[in-house]
């Protein structure tokens, strides 16, 4: 399907433009400091019974929509979404700083339509995978992964279609020693 193609090839292009905050301007959160803005989060959120990854991270492949000609670090969210006739999609959130409050919302562009699964796995700087992933977080050591492996199954449930690729992130962040 030329849509999953489109939509890895897009996701590659973000991740491998991706921006982070790194030692020494980066410093590891206090309590109570706010969230690293140019975090990476993967998780994970429920949506018709079926269990999609989600992933937050900052980029410079923010695309420009609505005619509005601003450049900069943009936040991008993939999230899977169910539209009005039950169909699954995968869509893009895309904001420049100062980010907002995400919320989903039926503007954001479609990545990928026909979507049946999408399980992202994070890759660390020893190989070691694991399905999610908090780049503020002392479990992750306050790094950021090597590269994220995208597993999209696209299709009808009589005929799926697995696609899967491995996006090494350029800049990373090494773990917090």
Known sequence: MASAR??????????????????????????????????????????????FSRLQ???????????????????IIYYADQLPDDSLVLRRADDLYPFPEFEESEDDP????????????????????QEQWDSESADNAYATPRSVEVRLKVGTSSRPILFTTRIPLHVYRKAKE
């Open 6 to 51: 489109t939509c890895l090839a897009r996701m590659a292009t973000d991740m491998e433009s991706a921006y982070i905050a790194d030692y020494p301007l980066y410093r590891v959160p206090e309590f109570d400091d706010p969230p690293d803005p140019y975090r990476i989060v993967g998780d994970a959120t429920d949506l018709a019974g079926i269990h």
């Open 57 to 75: 991270f900052t980029s410079l492949a923010h695309l420009v929509l609505n005619r509005d000609p601003r450049q900069g670090i943009a936040r």
């Open 110 to 129: 479609i990545l990928c339509d026909h979507l049946l699964d999408l399980k992202l796995v994070y890759v660390d700087d020893e190989g070691e995978t």
